[in-house]
């Protein structure tokens, strides 16, 4: 028996009788985080890591049937040894590993290796088979250093303050847009925050993550001054009318695909800063020899590539076929629900 296999509802583990990331509804679910394409609703119950567990039910509802167990450890399903353990992505966001009469399968979800303080950093686990995402996978995608990019949004705030212009940064609502807060200078002045990003706070909060004091922009006067502030907001707000509220303003959006001069200027900001909540090239391979796996199952991204690459390299290399979005560019407009997929 394949201890993996590839199904119509995602992966499933037959031995185990459970699903990993389902994108339908199923009896049993492992969930690797609370983004909206990797938690599904509408399971019979749920395992997922406990780290993440107010940012989960929140985007589930506590009526779900929820198992939270802590990083590393084994929870033995009907014979399968299974545990999580942290993937960088975002707060609770984890590798499920899963092993059964010798075979042993990681299943990334979505990952980075760059330090976040949001969330517990991407650890290597050893196994035979890999289950990597490949969002960014083209060489293109190098990241620079998190503090060279919160240097350069800490400056644009400040000349903006200087030039009496308010300062829009776009981010994810879930994953993101805390990230960003956790890394700018809050010394700087003021931070406002969208009604979506407050609510996520409050569970990222809840799960222990430390983050600057935020203000909700409808609890001032219409006549407040907002230039000395910075204004977190979701790509949805964009060319929204609660924007207007702000005067002039400055804006710019924290996201991967910044690294393309072409989609920033399609995106009709003044700013890009380059930063993710996935991969770049150099760290995807790391992380894929890292595991020392022989087999690589590569998803959502630039699948084709990676994996012709891999087998170049004398890996055993497949896709798999999905429903993960990763960082999708095209959601940059913010035109979906459920927009906090970072």
């Known amino acids: 028996m394949t201890l993996l296999t590839e199904t119509s509802k995602g992966l499933y583990c037959p031995a185990g009788d459970f699903y990993i990331d389902p994108w339908q509804?199923?009896?049993?679910?492992?969930?690797?985080?609370?983004?909206?394409?990797?938690a599904r609703w509408g399971c019979d119950n749920y395992l997922a890591a406990k780290s993440g567990e107010a940012i989960l039910r929140m985007r589930l509802g506590d009526q779900a049937d929820f198992h939270f167990v802590d990083y590393g450890e084994t929870i033995d399903m009907t014979g399968v040894k299974v545990s999580l353990h942290p993937a960088g992505h975002m707060t609770g966001s984890a590798q499920v590993r899963i092993e059964h009469r010798g075979e042993i399968v990681v299943v990334s979800g979505d990952y980075k290796l760059q330090p976040d303080s949001t969330c517990h950093a991407f650890e290597p686990v050893k196994c035979h088979t890999f289950v990597t995402e490949s969002t960014f996978g083209l060489p293109i995608y190098q990241w620079q250093e998190p503090a060279v990019v919160f240097g350069e949004i800490n400056q644009w705030w400040r000349n903006n303050q200087a030039n009496g212009t308010t300062s829009i940064l776009f981010g994810y609502s879930v994953g993101k847009a805390q990230r960003l807060l956790s890394g700018v200078?809050?010394?700087?002045?003021?931070?406002?925050?969208?009604?979506?990003?407050l609510k996520s706070c409050?569970?990222?909060?809840?799960?222990?993550?430390?983050?600057?004091?935020l203000l909700n922009p409808a609890s001032v006067d219409k006549r407040h001054d907002f230039s000395p502030s910075?204004?977190?907001?979701?790509?949805?707000?964009?060319?929204?009318?609660?924007?207007?509220?702000?005067g002039d303003v400055s804006m710019a959006m924290a996201s991967g695909w910044m690294?393309?001069?072409?989609?920033?200027?399609?995106?009709?900001?003044?700013?890009?800063?380059?930063?993710?909540d996935h991969a770049d090239?150099?760290?995807?391979?790391?992380?894929?020899a890292a595991t020392e796996a022989s087999s690589?199952?590569?998803?959502?991204?630039?699948?084709?590539?990676?994996?012709e690459y891999l087998k170049k390299n004398g890996l055993d290399a497949k896709e798999v076929q999905t429903q993960f979005r990763g960082e999708l560019e095209s959601e940059l407009d913010g035109t979906r629900e459920g927009?906090?997929?970072a």
């Open 230 to 246: 910075l204004v977190i907001a979701p790509p949805s707000a964009r060319g929204n009318t609660w924007l207007r509220r702000f």
């Open 281 to 288: 090239w150099p760290d995807l391979l790391t992380a894929i």
């Open 259 to 276: 690294q393309v001069r072409g989609i920033r200027r399609r995106r009709v900001v003044d700013r890009g800063f380059i930063i993710s």
């Open 185 to 197: 200078d809050a010394t700087i002045g003021p931070i406002f925050a969208h009604g979506a990003i």
């Open 339 to 341: 927009e906090e997929n």
């Open 25 to 38: 509804a199923v009896p049993h679910a492992i969930v690797t985080h609370a983004h909206a394409d990797h």
């Open 296 to 307: 690589v199952w590569v998803t959502h991204g630039y699948t084709r590539q990676v994996v």
């Open 202 to 213: 409050e569970a990222y909060r809840a799960c222990g993550v430390e983050l600057p004091e």
